[in-house]
């Protein structure tokens, strides 16, 4: 599956962004799908996942409150709402699917990434 994310974008602290995650050929209902971030000099992080229902779900603590994963399968896609965001919050965010039925918090858990997208959150 190939996927692609966008929706990032330079804001204000205190700002929302609304990030997409779009799977090709109609394959987004077929896996669990990730939000992976990386600053840099940093290891890239876990941010949230999602399963395949979009029954569930598990934020970082960084992110609890603040933001929301969520998923469209009609649409094929997957969106991460931020609000509130803070300078900490600058990264790269990548998008990730997932066979995996749970425990999806590091970055081998994930078969296929999107090429990211840059989010710079400004004081």
């Known amino acids: 599956v190939q996927l692609q994310a966008s929706g990032g974008g330079s804001v204000q602290a205190g700002d929302s962004l609304r990030l997409s995650c779009r799977a090709s050929?109609?394959?987004?209902?077929?896996?669990?799908v990730g939000w992976f971030r990386q600053a840099p000099g940093k290891e890239r992080e876990f941010v949230c996942d999602?399963?395949?229902?979009?029954?569930?779900?598990n934020y970082a603590d960084s992110v609890k409150g603040r933001f929301t994963i969520s998923r469209d399968n009609a649409a094929n896609t997957v969106y991460l709402q931020m609000n509130s965001l803070k300078p900490e919050d600058t990264a790269v965010y990548y998008c990730?699917?997932?066979?995996?039925?749970?425990?999806?918090?590091?970055?081998?858990?994930?078969?296929?990434w999107g090429q990211g997208t840059q989010v710079t959150v400004s004081s």
């Open positions: 050929e109609g394959a987004v209902r077929r896996y669990h």
């Open positions: 999602v399963n395949r229902s979009g029954i569930a779900t």
């Open positions: 990730a699917a997932s066979t995996r039925v749970s425990g999806r918090y590091w970055p081998q858990d994930y078969s296929y």
